[in-house]
C-alpha cells in the first residue's frame, strides 16, 4: 500500500520508468496540489473512493497517464475526455502534456465546478468543460467529429460507449477506453457498434499498474469512417438499447 508521503514520489518514479513520462517537479507540485483539492471537496461531494494520496497518484494519476502508451503525439491535438467526473483520465493528462487541449465533459454539473476550479488553482490553460450529455454533444456541430481523441474510463460497457465517443472522434481520429478484466468480452460484444459507428478496433493493451493484481486495458479504436447521421441516438438509449 502507498502511504500518504510516497504518493508523489512514487508518481514520479512509476511515470518514467514505466510509461517513459519525465514528470517536472511543476507537474509533481501541481499533482499534489490536486490531491489537495480533490480530498477538501471531496468532504463536500463524491468525487472519489479512493482518499489515500499514495492510492490516488497510483488509481487516478497513473492509470490515467497509461493513455501516453497509445496516443499519437499530444502536442496540439485535442482530446475529449466523456464521462469525466473528476477530472479523469483527462485533467491527468492535460497536467502532464501542456501541449494538449483538454475538454472534459461530463452531464453532472457539480463535478465540472469541481474541475473548473482545480484547473484555474493549477493555472492550467489547457483544460475546458463541457456540462453535457454525450449523446447530445455527438449531435452538435461543435463537438460532432471534431476531436483527435476521445477517452474515457468507467463510464458505459463498450457497445454504449462506443456510441457516446465515436460520433466525437475527427475521422482518422481515436477513442481510447480504459477497461478493467472485461475488456476482452465487452470488445466482443461491440463489434456491431463499433463497425455501425464509422470506427475499427486497432489494438488491445494490457498494462500493469503497481501493486495491483489485475491487469488494465486499453481498447484503442480507430475511427476510419464518418458516423451515420443516425448516430448517436437520443440521450439514454445507446445505455437502454445498446447496438448488439
Ligand atoms: N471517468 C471518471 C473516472 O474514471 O474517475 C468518472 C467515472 S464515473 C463512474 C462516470 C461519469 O460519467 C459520471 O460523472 C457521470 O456523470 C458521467 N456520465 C455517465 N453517462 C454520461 C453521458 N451519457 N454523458 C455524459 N456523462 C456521462
Given at each position: 500500500?502507498e502511504?500518504e508521503?510516497?504518493?508523489g514520489a512514487?508518481?514520479e518514479?512509476?511515470a518514467?520508468?514505466?510509461?517513459g513520462?519525465?514528470?517536472?517537479q511543476?507537474?509533481?507540485?501541481?499533482f499534489?496540489?490536486?490531491?489537495?483539492?480533490l480530498l477538501?471537496?471531496?468532504q463536500?461531494?463524491?468525487?472519489?473512493?479512493?482518499?489515500?494520496?499514495g492510492?490516488?497518484?497510483?488509481?487516478h494519476y497513473?492509470?490515467?497517464l497509461t493513455?501516453?502508451t497509445v496516443?499519437p503525439?499530444a502536442?496540439?491535438?485535442?482530446l475529449l475526455d466523456?464521462?469525466?467526473?473528476?477530472?479523469?483520465?483527462?485533467?491527468a493528462?492535460a497536467i502532464?502534456y501542456?501541449?494538449?487541449?483538454a475538454?472534459?465533459?461530463d452531464s453532472t454539473r457539480k463535478k465540472l465546478?469541481?474541475?473548473?476550479?482545480a484547473a484555474?488553482?493549477l493555472?492550467l490553460?489547457?483544460?475546458?468543460?463541457?456540462?453535457?450529455r454525450?449523446?447530445?454533444?455527438g449531435?452538435?456541430?461543435?463537438h460532432?467529429?471534431?476531436y483527435?481523441v476521445?477517452?474515457?474510463?468507467?463510464?458505459a460497457?463498450?457497445?454504449?460507449?462506443?456510441e457516446?465517443t465515436?460520433?466525437l472522434?475527427?475521422?482518422g481520429?481515436?477513442?481510447i477506453?480504459m477497461?478493467?478484466r472485461s475488456a476482452?468480452?465487452?470488445?466482443n460484444q461491440?463489434?456491431?457498434?463499433i463497425?455501425?459507428?464509422?470506427g475499427e478496433?486497432?489494438?488491445l493493451?494490457e498494462?500493469?499498474?503497481?501493486g495491483?493484481?489485475?491487469p488494465?486495458?486499453l481498447?484503442v479504436?480507430?475511427?476510419?469512417?464518418?458516423t451515420?447521421?443516425?448516430?448517436?441516438?437520443?440521450?439514454g438509449?445507446?445505455?437502454?438499447?445498446?447496438?448488439?
Amino acid at each position: 500500500m502507498e502511504t500518504e508521503e510516497s504518493g508523489g514520489a512514487a508518481l514520479e518514479v512509476h511515470a518514467r520508468e514505466r510509461l517513459g513520462i519525465a514528470l517536472t517537479q511543476r507537474q509533481l507540485q501541481q499533482f499534489s496540489r490536486l490531491t489537495d483539492i480533490l480530498l477538501e471537496w471531496n468532504q463536500r461531494m463524491n468525487l472519489t473512493g479512493i482518499t489515500d494520496p499514495g492510492q490516488i497518484a497510483v488509481k487516478h494519476y497513473l492509470d490515467a497517464l497509461t493513455i501516453s502508451t497509445v496516443l499519437p503525439g499530444a502536442d496540439g491535438i485535442s482530446l475529449l475526455d466523456v464521462g469525466t467526473g473528476a477530472g479523469f483520465p483527462g485533467l491527468a493528462l492535460a497536467i502532464a502534456y501542456p501541449g494538449l487541449q483538454a475538454t472534459l465533459l461530463d452531464s453532472t454539473r457539480k463535478k465540472l465546478r469541481f474541475i473548473e476550479h482545480a484547473a484555474g488553482a493549477l493555472a492550467l490553460d489547457n483544460v475546458r468543460t463541457v456540462h453535457a450529455r454525450a449523446e447530445d454533444a455527438g449531435r452538435e456541430q461543435a463537438h460532432r467529429e471534431a476531436y483527435d481523441v476521445v477517452t474515457a474510463r468507467a463510464v458505459a460497457r463498450l457497445p454504449t460507449l462506443m456510441e457516446y465517443t465515436l460520433p466525437l472522434a475527427k475521422l482518422g481520429g481515436q477513442v481510447i477506453a480504459m477497461k478493467g478484466r472485461s475488456a476482452f468480452d465487452e470488445s466482443n460484444q461491440a463489434a456491431r457498434a463499433i463497425d455501425a459507428l464509422g470506427g475499427e478496433l486497432f489494438t488491445l493493451e494490457e498494462l500493469w499498474l503497481p501493486g495491483h493484481q489485475h491487469p488494465r486495458f486499453l481498447i484503442v479504436v480507430d475511427k476510419v469512417q464518418a458516423t451515420p447521421r443516425r448516430y448517436p441516438r437520443a440521450a439514454g438509449l445507446p445505455a437502454r438499447q445498446p447496438l448488439l
